[in-house]
T-cell receptor, first 116, second 114 residues
Framework: DTGVSQDPRHKITKRGQNVTFRCDPI?????LYWYRQTLGQGPEFLTY????????KSRLLSDRFSAERPKGSFSTLEIQRTEQGDSAMYLC??????????????FGAGSRLTVL | AQTVTQSQPEMSVQEAETVTLSCTYD???????LFWYKQPPSRQMILVIR??????QNATENRFSVNFQKAAKSFSLKISDSQLGDAAMYFC???????????FGSGTRLLVRP
């Protein structure tokens, strides 16, 4: 397994456009997380999936943001009507279901969004 | 609300020397975990070390060790024999057993001088 994969690595878009990011977690990990990181700051939690169920959402996740994990494998994060304030690195992470590593997150390299 | 504070935006250390990064947190939970993650420039975040709050013994991983002071809600990271490859952003993070989310501090940039 090659770890957590995110695509695209960098997306430049114009204000008002929609963008979608994809995350492929480690195959045996049933827990998946999305975080947002702005320059010089620590990552901020956006949402959490256990299998296909979205169990927790941050209030940071406005109505323009939607995340899915339809079959409990890959996940997508869509941002509609992008704003310049959405410019950030979007990080995906996954962790195994139980045991010592259940809360040890493996992060992907991130998808950097630039909104012009 | 739980918060994590890293008061040192940047630290510098001479290669082969020891450096300590500070972290404090605030929580009313009794069951939680603390972490240090490393984020090298343009590379993904990786786990450095993990500490369970119920364990009194400080965690160690090779050159990395922590000083966990539960009563003071302090969780510092000591890096011994610093190497050039240790240069990165270091994030302190907190996870409560009652939640799914990891809460991060704002990070400390570590510079290693050759």
């Amino acid at each position: 397994d090659t770890g957590v994969s995110q695509d695209p690595r960098h997306k430049i878009t114009k204000r008002g456009q929609n963008v979608t990011f994809r995350c492929d977690p480690i195959s045996e990990h049933n827990r998946l997380y999305w975080y947002r990181q702005t320059l010089g700051q620590g990552p901020e939690f956006l949402t959490y999936f256990q299998n296909e169920a979205q169990l927790e959402k941050s209030r940071l996740l406005s109505d323009r943001f939607s995340a899915e994990r339809p079959k409990g494998s890959f996940s997508t994060l869509e941002i509609q009507r992008t704003e310049q304030g959405d410019s950030a690195m979007y990080l995906c992470a996954s962790s195994p279901p139980t045991g010592y590593g259940a809360n040890v997150l493996t992060f992907g390299a991130g998808s950097r969004l630039t909104v012009l | 609300a739980q918060t994590v504070t890293q008061s040192q935006p940047e630290m510098s250390v001479q290669e082969a020397e020891t450096v300590t990064l500070s972290c404090t947190y605030d929580t009313s939970e009794s069951d939680y975990y603390l972490f240090w993650y490393k984020q090298p420039p343009s590379r993904q975040m990786i786990l450095v070390i993990r500490q369970e709050a119920y364990k009194q013994q400080n965690a160690t991983e090779n050159r990395f060790s922590v000083n966990f002071q539960k009563a003071a809600k302090s969780f510092s990271l000591k890096i011994s024999d610093s190497q050039l490859g240790d240069a990165a952003m270091y994030f302190c993070a907190y996870h409560a057993d009652s939640s799914y989310k990891l809460i991060f501090g704002s990070g400390t940039r570590l510079l290693v001088r050759p």
